[in-house]
């Protein structure tokens, strides 16, 4: 409920959401590129959630990370312009596959915003996730990205 309201004041957009016991369905009302934004992370949060929902039941535990739980810190990592489809990968693979390897959420810029990920988590998990980043910046580009203050909140 909170979240979506967030998120139709970042991308001034209206977010029908679908009733309980129906189909998944949101239906996003605005200009084009706000509702493309609306729309990726709508579908990111939903990946995320799936990826608890099969990690509680391979383990049997009611575990999992979720955006804003007690205890959980956000921060935001600037990379270039020009590597945001690399750290996202193919059909968002590489994000996906530091999501789950630090137990972290990360919300992906879009084209028309500044180049941050925004990284969600405990901690220790959203510092991997940012040395997750950098390395991956690193190793692909031959050049190391300069660690600066400006990237937390």
């Known amino acids: 409920g909170c ?16 009733v ?7 239906m996003v009302t605005g200009r084009r590129e706000d509702v493309a934004t609306a729309r990726r992370e709508i579908i990111s949060a939903a990946e995320h959630f799936s990826m608890i929902r099969a990690s509680r039941n391979k383990s049997g ?11 959980q810190v956000t ?3 600037r990379v270039p312009y020009r590597v945001v489809g690399l750290v ?12 789950q390897q630090t137990n972290t959420y ?22 991997r996730a940012r040395e997750e980043i ?7 580009t031959g050049k190391i990205l300069e660690y600066n203050n400006e990237n937390d909140f």
Do not use: M
């Open 61 to 71: 535990a009611a575990f999992g990370v979720a955006p804003a739980l007690p205890g």
């Open 88 to 99: 996202v990968g193919p059909k968002g693979a590489t994000i996906k596959r530091i999501q």
């Open 20 to 26: 309980r016991g129906e189909e998944p369905v949101f």
């Open 134 to 140: 950098e390395t991956h910046i690193a190793v692909r």
């Open 3 to 18: 979240k979506i309201k967030a998120l139709r004041a970042k991308t001034n957009t209206y977010i029908k959401t679908p």
């Open 75 to 77: 921060i935001r990592v």
């Open 106 to 127: 990360i919300i992906t810029p879009s084209r028309d915003r500044d180049p941050v990920f925004e990284i969600t988590g405990a901690p220790g998990n959203v510092e």
